[in-house]
């Protein structure tokens, strides 16, 4: 049988003194602490402001640098004239894993436009941020580059968001434009547009 | 009568006030200094009317919550001695202090006053009497609160006191047979010599290297501050005051800081030369290369109490940096370090000193 001799670390006479290793440790937390107190003092005069005298962010006011890559909150891509890029083909809604997503689509009055989104829903409280309806997007309609990441509610429906919210990151609810409570009403009621959307689709469809 | 009486309870305030305030601001200095080792900011979100101030209202947010905090009593305890234990961790700890010299004899008219709130002959005694009786608070705090856990703290506490006490109290005798007294106000008088020509102030640290190191060592273990918490252990050790809340366990906090200062007044008082300046002596400076320079009585007091304010902060400041290096002992190797290293070393130290003054021809 094969014996494996593991030779265990022995400490020198010095280690065994303790104190010399003591001041050793004192050496590392004195170094770290008069370079730090001397960085805060120089960014107090605008100094070295290149170099961070902490590894840590100031979160609220100081966000992280986000990588490129990464997948944050929603948001559907606009058309120069203010209308969703998004054409209704249900893809992305088929292909969510979560099924947080919820498209609900009408003909465009406009005959050049095949469909719309009347709704189009997600609840982040349900998504997994896979990042698969970005994948899907025929139009690129929809991105995950808002940058935003500190989404957080106090209620289920709170984590809903709706059309408005997700073409204008910006906003948060309750949205003014529609006035309307979640899952917002604008859209086509007994073929009748209704809600903000009347403005941007008369803008649309009879231009001037 | 009055006057004296009127002097007396000045010269207290401001030793307490100072105290206070400066354990006070040891949370900050504790958040602010870890955070500079560690490479991070530290607490700065306290803001006071838009001003932040480094974090240092903090110590102010700390006080409002711990007064205004429930105070948890658990069923079934001692009622009166669970509320007697912190105070008397407190009591004891503050009333130590009364013995530190902290400035020289300021002469005021026909009036000497002794910058001292006790003049106390053998105040070395006093102090570690009431060191010890600090013991008492923390096994109190245990064995009211009715938690085995607690009560195990309590004796890891006291055991850890008791041992170190012993090497402190034998580290301190060197420095006993140095000075000859146990009056503080005399030691401290007695390090305003120089030897080597002048050049070098004979400080405790110069008579005593070992004795030094050793009531260092110890003197931390006594504040049951890291590397030496073992009795609480902040985060992972259920320690003596589990079942302590609010004010009451604001001051087992205080205490611990309390504590600290003590031990910093000790290791200046003994080993520093107190509120001595080098090459001061009451008259004025008296440089070794010849120059002097005379001062008057109010300025050599002021320098002597700057003087002794800026080593107490100093070692302060030493003992919050050996706090933020080393690591937590382990039970055993705090019995060992106590007992198979200390105590030994001590008792090795005052036998040399005892030889080293026969052969010098000095000492009683």
């Known amino acids: 049988m094969a014996v494996k001799v593991v030779q265990r670390p022995q400490l020198t006479f010095w280690e065994k003194l303790y104190i010399p290793q003591i001041l050793c440790g004192l050496r590392i937390t004195f170094r770290h602490f008069f370079r730090n107190l001397f960085l805060h003092i120089a960014h107090r005069f605008g100094r070295k402001t290149d170099v961070r005298a902490g590894v840590t962010y100031q ?3 100081e966000l992280r640098p986000l990588f490129s890559r990464l997948r944050t909150r929603h948001r559907l891509m606009v058309r120069g004239n203010g209308a969703p890029r998004c054409v209704g083909c249900m893809l992305c809604e088929t292909v969510c894993p979560a099924k947080c997503i919820t498209i609900v689509p009408a003909e465009h009055p406009d005959p050049d436009v095949e469909k719309f989104p009347v709704r189009f829903d997600i609840n982040l409280g349900v998504c997994v941020y896979c990042g698969y309806c970005v994948e899907v997007c025929p139009e690129d309609a929809i991105r995950m ?46 073929g009748e547009l209704r809600g903000s959307w009347e403005e941007t689709l008369a803008a649309l469809t009879h231009p001037e | 009568m009055i006057e004296a009486l009127l002097i007396k309870l000045v010269i207290a305030a401001v030793v307490f006030g100072g105290v206070l305030n400066l354990a006070g601001l040891h949370t900050w200095v504790e958040r602010k200094q870890s955070a500079l080792i560690q490479d991070r900011i530290g607490a700065n979100r306290a803001p006071i009317f838009g001003f932040k101030l480094l974090g240092l209202f903090h110590a102010v947010a700390d006080a409002i919550k711990m007064f205004t905090k429930e105070d948890v009593v658990p069923r079934g305890v001692d009622r009166t001695l669970h509320a007697l234990a912190p105070f008397f961790s407190v009591f004891f700890a503050l009333v130590a202090f009364a013995a530190i010299p902290f400035g020289p004899q300021l002469v005021l008219g026909e009036r ?92 405790g640290i110069v ?158």
């Open chain 1, 145 to 190: 580059d808002t940058g935003i990441l500190d989404i957080a509610a106090t209620s289920r429906e709170a984590m809903k968001l709706d059309l408005h919210e997700l073409m204008n990151p910006e906003l948060r609810k309750p949205v003014a434009a529609c006035g309307l409570d979640f899952p917002h009403q604008c859209g086509v009621h007994g």
């Open chain 1, 59 to 61: 979160y609220p006011e």
């Open chain 2, 112 to 203: 000497v006053i002794d910058l001292q709130v006790a003049k106390i002959d053998a105040a070395l005694l006093y102090i570690f009497a009431m060191l010890s009786l600090g013991v008492y608070g923390v096994i109190l705090a245990g064995f009211a609160s009715r938690n085995n856990y607690a009560i195990m703290g309590s004796i890891r506490a006291t055991a850890q006191m008791i041992s170190y006490e012993i090497a402190l109290g034998i580290a301190l005798i060197g420095v006993l047979m140095v000075y000859g007294t146990m009056d503080l106000g005399k030691a401290v008088e007695a390090q305003g010599h120089t030897i080597a020509g002048g050049w070098i102030p004979l400080w």
């Open chain 2, 207 to 364: 008579a005593q290297p070992v004795g030094f190191v050793v009531f260092l060592t110890a003197a931390l273990a006594e504040t049951k501050r890291l590397p030496f918490d073992l009795p609480e252990g902040e985060s992972e050790i259920i320690g003596y005051f589990v079942e302590y809340s609010g004010m009451k366990f604001g001051m087992f906090f205080l205490t611990d800081f309390l504590e600290t200062i003590l031990v910093a007044c000790l290791a200046t008082t003994l080993f520093f030369g107190g509120w001595q300046v080098p090459y001061l002596q009451p008259d004025g400076f008296h440089f070794p290369w010849g120059a002097e320079l005379p001062l008057a009585n109010w300025i050599y007091v002021l320098l002597g109490v700057t003087s002794f304010t800026i080593k107490v902060l100093a070692f302060c400041f030493v003992f919050m940096q050996i706090r933020w290096t080393l690591p937590r002992f382990r039970y055993d190797q705090l019995m060992d370090l106590g007992w198979k290293g200390l105590f030994p070393i001590a008792v090795v130290n005052v036998l040399v000193t005892a030889v080293v003054m026969i052969l010098l021809g000095g000492g009683a």
